[in-house]
């Protein structure tokens, strides 16, 4: 009888770790800086090459209509921690929001907030009140540390926006001991992160895998370099070191989704796949959509979006919904059973009911950018800023951009013109107007700064190709 007894006692001790892993998920997003909505094979690079993370697309749940909340690092960052939309937080562009050549810019641009203040309350705040174990490694760029906003392990996240030393050691960053001489920084982040994967099986964890990678300085390891040159250029991307430092963010996945399967985690583990804006200009194409990082066109905010939620979402299934950076913070809520924050708005949705049905809709809604802010061009460039300040809405397949310094409207229907090539305010006024109405009504809801103030020191006659 003992026995049995002991058997059965076994039995239900071998089970019980699963059971509870089960009640409990963990969750590893994927935060690449600066990738391109074309940038990865699933995607349709012609040169590009992402095996890994094109497997794990086969795996997941695809959203071709994803958007970065703001066209560059640290909005896109503070709206995707905060669960809130730039107007919420002020982070709404990185340093200064007065770039470009002063004697062109018409406004004085809004005030900018580079921190994102700790009275906001992260994700990571909410889960790790939840019981869930936060680490953040790689690049944070929203303050001093993200140890003040829920997570208990930083790795090399600090207000830099760029690696400070580059891409091999050393680093030049106090959050990140350096390694031997020439060690390759989205190799030593995946070490780490692979090492807290280690370190917390036995409790639920969010890994924010935040690489620097793809971001400037373009440097990559000389054999990558060397075969990126050597292969056939594609019609569409050709850059060798950039090609290059994607494929060392694509093992790098690799490696983590082998750390989760060799861990037995790997059916108890959320995968998120996302970029934090549209790509490096002068490095990449995001064709057809138009525009790059930087722009409020399709180009600077459209980015690659994978779920793969076990047992749930369906392998290679796709989703056309129009979704945004923020709806990620309901959607983990949802996903883990954790209760949202008292007296805090989310400004997203959560993604579960596509997830769990690729053919259903959200409700219906509209998506919002704010940008009262400016950027200079990239080198080459005819127009001479990549914007000027600007606010927009996509509603449907209708988007329309409002631009501060002239108020002019430009409309797009992006599902018969995904190239933002034909401006119809003025053929379909009713639709513009319609959406210019609700894009104002937003702006006051979320008390918006409208830049208005004329610079004095703009010089008029100096407007052709301004925008």
């Known amino acids: 009888m003992r026995r ?84 919420r937080h002020g982070v709404y562009t990185v340093g200064d929001p007065a770039r470009g050549n002063n004697r062109y810019r018409r406004l004085i641009p809004a005030e900018n907030k580079t921190v994102l203040n700790d009275k906001f309350v992260t994700i990571a705040d909410t889960l790790s009140k939840a019981g869930y174990r936060c680490a953040s490694v790689g690049k944070w760029h929203l303050g001093q540390t993200p140890l003040s906003q829920g997570f208990q392990v930083n790795i090399a996240g600090n207000p830099s926006g760029s690696p400070r030393g580059g891409y091999f050691s050393p680093y030049r960053n106090p959050q990140l001991a350096d390694g031997k001489q020439g060690e390759f920084l989205t190799d030593r982040l995946t070490d780490e992160a692979c090492a807290f994967i280690k ?26 370099i060397e075969y990126f040159q050597s292969k056939p250029a594609g019609k569409l991307h050709q850059h060798a070191t950039y090609a290059a430092m994607i494929k060392s963010m694509d093992q790098s996945i690799g490696r983590v989704l082998k750390t989760l399967k060799t861990q037995q985690l790997e059916q108890n583990t959320i995968i998120i ?112 800023f990549r914007t000027t300040p600007v606010s927009v809405i996509r509603q449907g397949d209708w988007k329309l951009l409002e631009f501060f310094e002239d108020g002019h409207l430009e409309l797009y229907n992006t599902r018969l013109d995904i190239g933002e090539s034909m401006n119809l305010a003025d053929s379909h006024p009713k639709k513009a107007k319609e959406l210019a109405t609700a894009l104002r009504e937003w702006q006051k809801q979320v008390r918006a700064a409208i830049p208005s103030e004329p610079n004095p020191q703009y010089r008029s006659g100096n407007d052709s190709n301004e925008k």
Request: net charge negative; with cysteine; charged share 15%.
């Open 4 to 87: 049995f007894l002991v058997v059965g006692l076994l039995f239900c001790w071998n089970l019980t770790p699963a059971i509870a892993s089960t009640d409990r998920p963990n969750i590893v997003l994927f935060f690449i800086d600066d990738l391109g909505w074309r940038d990865v094979g699933f995607m349709g690079s012609d040169f590009f090459e992402t095996p890994h993370i094109d497997h794990l697309a086969q795996e997941s749940m695809q959203f071709s209509s994803a958007y970065s909340a703001a066209p560059n690092c640290a909005p896109s960052r503070a709206c995707l921690m905060s669960g809130q939309y730039t107007p």
């Open 273 to 384: 796949f996302t970029s934090d804006n549209g790509g490096y200009g002068p490095a990449t194409s995001m064709q057809p959509l138009r525009g790059s990082k930087g722009m409020l066109y399709e180009g600077g905010i459209r980015v690659p979006l994978l779920v793969k939620w076990p047992g749930v979402t369906k392998a290679g299934s796709a989703s056309e919904e129009p979704v945004i950076n923020i709806d990620l913070y309901p959607t983990l809520l949802e996903m883990t059973e954790t209760s949202q924050p008292e007296n805090y708005p989310l400004d997203g949705e959560s993604l579960v009911p596509i997830l769990k049905d690729p053919q259903s809709q959200l409700k219906s809604r509209s998506l919002f950018w704010h940008f009262p802010a400016y950027l200079q061009k990239y080198k080459g460039m005819q127009q001479r």
């Open 199 to 224: 370190a917390n099986t036995k409790s639920p964890f969010f890994l924010y895998l935040t690489h620097y990678a793809v971001h400037t300085p373009l440097q990559a390891k000389q054999d990558d």
